[in-house]
């Protein structure tokens, strides 16, 4: 729930995550003879001191997010990376903080509760609930004042963090070799080699086996289970029992005449001349304006065809078709629905360059009958009846649910529902809990498995629930004969990926000088094919793309051959030829996105480069207990 509310926020809040990795793991430092408290003093950025408690609330942080993604298995390997990653995020944080306290970013407190009881993750019936709010909190061990105080940071940080967008200048060329590298093709040939072809040869005894049940006892638990009773308000049955007549259904019509009225559209031609590395904006103006004085003498169709840069319009005459408001970008839309019909507009400028606009045709918004509408009014009516009494409703749920405490069979009975129950509610599951994960978290929490206390109401869909859990089991170490087939199948799988990884270093030497990969497959038994994808294409899998464009200028040269594992196959990737994007196949809209994302990347990248600078510029101490192995975690 948690969780929910928090995203709630990003509508309003781009949240900024600095870090060497962001990734959550499992660590554990050891046991010491030495037990530290929480308010021990870790790590010291110039003036400021961070403890080892909020040292542990960033590792829970990061324990949640990577359990969502990757499970609980995490590579040792990895341990003493995640450690200094920690430690960075807190000092970079720091550091950040910092600096914005004495250069005067602030938020107002009016403007946090604003986006707080704003938020609809905290509103009961579309209006702010404090008891459920405090609850929301308090079941994750969250203070009030924790949590306003974690937004107000948030929102200083985007604060820092839009300034460094807002001002990061795109140049012309830049955002030429953006669409050329974002857009590039790449073209070659891939040869998959399956494991499957070599289980025959793969034999797996009894000692291997009993070796690794031995080995990797913690991949063998079962899972921590809990047993829930509920009650829940679904939208479609609270809208089965909604009454109304037609005389209802007309008033509703009525009173949101302004509501049904179809969009005005407008019909328009245009002739763009761009702003780009070849053309200044002197140069642009210029060329317009000549333009502007060929439309005197001259139709706007073969003027369009001969000056305008736009590729999607040019040889249509400049014709852009209808568009309703909010098509084109503000300064262009704002001229044309000022514009009479058969007006010429003066030349506009937008991010793109110069235009000249001319309006051909207009449609006025029209008044939508209530015949022709009456089915969509019908299901827009009967919704909004359904949802007022769904919230009705759930404020007395919310009432009796918080007076029961710890159980429902009354609350049940006072608002004639049935109680229902799932048994093994796991916590990377597959009920409809485990859509919530700060709901799974509360599921979990000491207070409802020791107290078997009423969760707060929460919201799944179209429907409120509200939980308790009536049933506990811990952890437990599966009986060797339970999992013993399904580790001889690992390692005969892992056995029969080495041996297809040893065939393809072993046949890669036919393929030198460039030699086709679609020669000799039939004797080699195995698959060739062709590609000729960009980065966002989705034939081929996210790893393989991504190999496919780490391919260099110099294995592009030599004809090298790179080997990527996936799964249960082997792919030998050899990268022919490429092809950038072009700039000019690109519409206005397309443009003005790409600039965009150009734009989030080259601030986010300046605001990286900052914090780094302060960081080379801090006095920092760092407990070197936190890398050798003092504090358990």
């Known amino acids: 729930m948690l969780e929910a509310i928090r995203q709630g926020f990003t509508g309003w809040i781009a949240m900024l995550v600095i870090g060497l990795i962001a990734l959550t793991l499992v660590i554990s430092f050891g ?221 509703y019509y009525e009173e949101n005449l302004s509501r049904f009225i179809t969009n005005e559209e407008r019909k328009s031609r245009h002739i763009l001349i761009a702003i780009d590395e070849d053309t200044t904006e002197e140069d642009a103006l210029e060329t317009i304006l000549n333009a502007q004085e060929r439309l005197i003498s001259e139709s706007f169709e073969a003027v369009a065809k001969e000056f305008s840069d736009d590729p999607g319009s040019a040889d249509l005459g400049g014709d852009l078709g209808w568009a309703e408001p909010g098509l084109f970008v503000p300064e262009f839309d704002k001229v044309l629905f000022s514009l009479e019909v058969n007006e010429l507009s003066d030349p506009v400028k937008t991010e793109f360059g110069y235009h000249l606009i001319r309006l051909d045709e207009l449609k006025e918004g029209q008044q939508q009958a209530y015949q022709d509408i009456q089915l969509e009014l019908d299901s827009e009516y009967s919704k909004l009846l359904a949802e007022d009494k769904l919230f009705g409703l759930a404020d007395q749920l919310a009432d009796l649910t918080l007076q029961a405490f710890n159980e429902l069979n009354s609350v049940a009975d006072t608002l004639g529902l049935s109680l229902s129950r799932i048994d093994g509610v796991s916590r990377n599951g597959a009920t409809f809990f485990n859509q919530d994960p700060e709901i799974i978290s509360i599921l979990f929490s000491q207070n409802s498995i020791e107290t078997g206390e009423n969760t707060p109401l929460f919201e799944l869909d179209d429907s409120i629930f509200v939980a308790r859990v009536i049933g506990h089991r811990i952890p437990t170490t599966r009986d060797f004969s339970d999992v013993e087939s399904g580790i001889k199948d690992y390692l005969a799988s892992q056995e029969a990926i080495s041996l297809a990884n040893n065939y393809a270093e072993l046949i890669k030497p036919q393929f030198s000088n460039k030699a086709s990969f679609m020669d000799n497959t039939d004797e ?110």
Do not use: C, W
Not at 592 to 601: G, H, I, V
């Open 524 to 633: 080699l038994n195995i698959e060739a094919s062709e590609f000729d994808v960009s980065r966002g294409d989705t034939e081929l899998s996210r790893g393989l793309i991504e190999m496919i464009f780490n391919s260099s200028n110099k294995d592009l040269a030599e004809g090298n051959i790179q080997t990527y594992i996936e799964g249960d196959k082997v792919f030998l990737i050899r990268v022919s030829s490429y092809e950038d994007g072009r700039l000019e196949l690109f519409n206005d809209e397309e443009r003005n996105s790409a600039k965009l994302e150009l734009s989030e990347q080259i601030g986010s990248r300046e605001l990286n480069a900052f914090a780094e600078h302060l960081r080379k510029n801090a006095e920092v101490s760092i407990d070197p207990g936190l890398y050798s192995g003092l504090f358990d975690l």
């Open 31 to 251: 046991n010491m003879d030495q037990t530290p408290l929480e308010d021990d003093v870790v790590i010291t950025v110039n003036d400021t001191e961070i403890t080892l408690f909020e040292y542990r609330e960033e590792y829970s942080n990061k324990l949640v997010e990577l359990q969502q993604v990757f499970g609980d298995e995490v590579p040792e390997i990895l341990d003493q990376t995640i450690k200094e990653s920690a430690t960075e995020d807190l000092i970079l944080r720091a550091l950040l903080l910092d600096y914005m306290s004495k250069n005067g970013y602030r938020v107002s407190p009016e403007y946090v509760v604003e986006l707080i009881t704003n938020n609809p993750g905290l509103q009961v019936g579309g209006i702010f609930d404090r008891q459920n709010y405090e609850a929301i909190l308090a079941s994750q061990g969250v203070s009030v004042e924790q949590f306003e105080s974690d937004i107000r940071l948030q929102l200083q940080i985007n604060q820092l963090r839009r300034g460094f967008i807002d001002s990061s200048f795109i140049t012309p060329n830049e955002f030429r070799q953006f669409i050329e590298l974002q857009m590039q093709k790449r073209i070659g040939q891939l040869l998959t080699i399956n494991s499957a072809d070599f289980i025959d040869e793969v034999a797996i005894n009894a000692d291997q086996i009993q070796l690794y049940f031995d080995n990797n006892q913690d991949l063998f638990q079962t899972d921590e289970e809990v047993d829930v009773e509920y009650l829940s308000l679904s939208l479609d049955d609270v809208a089965a029992t909604v009454e109304y007549t037609e005389d209802d259904l007309r008033g």
